[in-house]
């Protein structure tokens, strides 16, 4: 609990403080433009620059989330794999556990000295 507080206080505080002051300090208005084919006459919306900026990072956590995601697909199928034939294997440890301890029948006791 204690490293956590301590992580929140070294390391989101100072950013997000950062954060507030990059929006602070950037509220003009730019000009972005989605068509850049078309030019100013295209599509174009006037946003304050600090959206431009957050949102530019927000999407580049996102699509490299994603392509680490679909990058390590490979581990999690093995990992899935491994978990199945640890499952089985341990499944026919356990038939063999209880065929080796099951008790098996054993002949009548007879009486040799008689005969």
Not at 75 to 91: F, N, P, Q, T
């Amino acid at each position: 609990m204690l490293l956590r507080r301590l992580l929140l206080i070294l390391i989101v505080l100072p950013v997000s403080v950062g954060l507030v002051m990059l929006a602070v300090a950037n509220r003009h208005p730019v000009e972005l433009v989605l068509d850049p084919f078309a030019g100013a006459a295209g599509w174009a919306l006037d946003v304050p620059l600090f959206l431009v900026v957050s949102g530019a990072m927000i999407l580049g956590v996102v699509l490299g989330g994603v392509a680490m995601w679909f990058g390590q697909g490979r581990y999690r199928r093995l990992a899935r794999h491994s978990a199945r034939e640890a499952r089985h294997a341990h499944a026919e440890a356990e038939a063999l556990r209880a065929a080796t301890t099951a008790p098996t029948a054993r002949p009548a006791l007879s009486d040799q000295r008689a005969a």
